[in-house]
């Protein structure tokens, strides 16, 4: 069973330096219908104006995952990290007990596009931890490439939940399978560009939730960029 959520019925809020589209309740945005999927809690798709940035805040007890799609973000942390985000990059922050940070677009003109994600822990009070690791355009191209587990196997970031999140990138026709393990269920997210998805088109910033079928089946229309969420 394929279950859609268009982008267009996505909360959004605009704040100026900020336009975020919230696929679940988060914030001022609250929808019971969308608070979540499994243990997925939060996508936001940020677009952060020049100079603009979150000033230092705090989290707790959950998984944060950024995925930036376009231009540089520049984090800060209580753990003593200091980085910038770039297409390609992946961060995991693991705030545990708690960890505050801040996040600003490096560039002072151009707009900086991400995805924020925030996955329930397996547990609380966790110690905080970072990760950010690089994966080339070609380790994505045509395939399903692995980017967060819960091992950090074929050198994946580590989070601590039982999520498998693979990210791909499909030119026109170009087209990637996967077997559904029973008792999985996948969120997939487009995030760029458009997809057909087990017969079904998206566009970006739509998504679909994928349970009780076998098989998934990606085809690209449009230099697509997918992120595919593999949950308990």
Do not use: C
């Amino acid at each position: 069973m394929l279950t859609l959520r268009k982008a267009n019925d996505r909360g959004n809020a605009d704040h100026g330096w900020l336009n975020s589209y919230h696929t679940f309740s988060f914030a001022n945005y609250y929808d019971p219908a969308h608070m979540g999927f499994r243990k997925l809690r939060v996508i936001n798709d940020d677009f952060v104006s020049g100079g603009g940035g979150f000033a230092p805040h705090s989290h707790r007890d959950m998984e944060i995952i950024t995925y930036v799609l376009e231009g540089a973000l520049e984090h800060q942390d209580s753990m003593g990290n200091q980085s910038v985000i770039r297409p390609g990059e992946v961060q995991r922050m693991t705030a545990g007990t708690g960890v505050t940070h801040s996040e600003y677009n490096a560039s002072k003109t151009d707009a900086v596009h991400l995805l924020q994600i925030w996955v329930l822990p397996e547990r609380s009070s966790l110690e905080p931890g970072y990760e950010q690791k690089f994966y080339t355009p070609e380790e994505k191209q045509g395939k399903l490439r692995l980017i967060a587990s819960q091992d950090g196997r074929d050198g994946s970031v580590t989070v601590h939940q039982d999520l498998n999140l693979y990210a791909t990138v499909l030119g026109n026709g170009e087209k990637v399978t996967q077997e559904i393990q029973p008792d999985r269920h996948l969120w997939i997210q487009v995030a760029r560009g458009s997809a057909i998805v087990n017969g079904e088109v998206l566009t970006v910033g739509d998504a679909a939730a994928i349970a009780a079928e076998s098989t998934l089946e990606l085809v690209g229309q449009d230099n697509a960029e997918i992120l595919v969420f593999d949950l308990a």
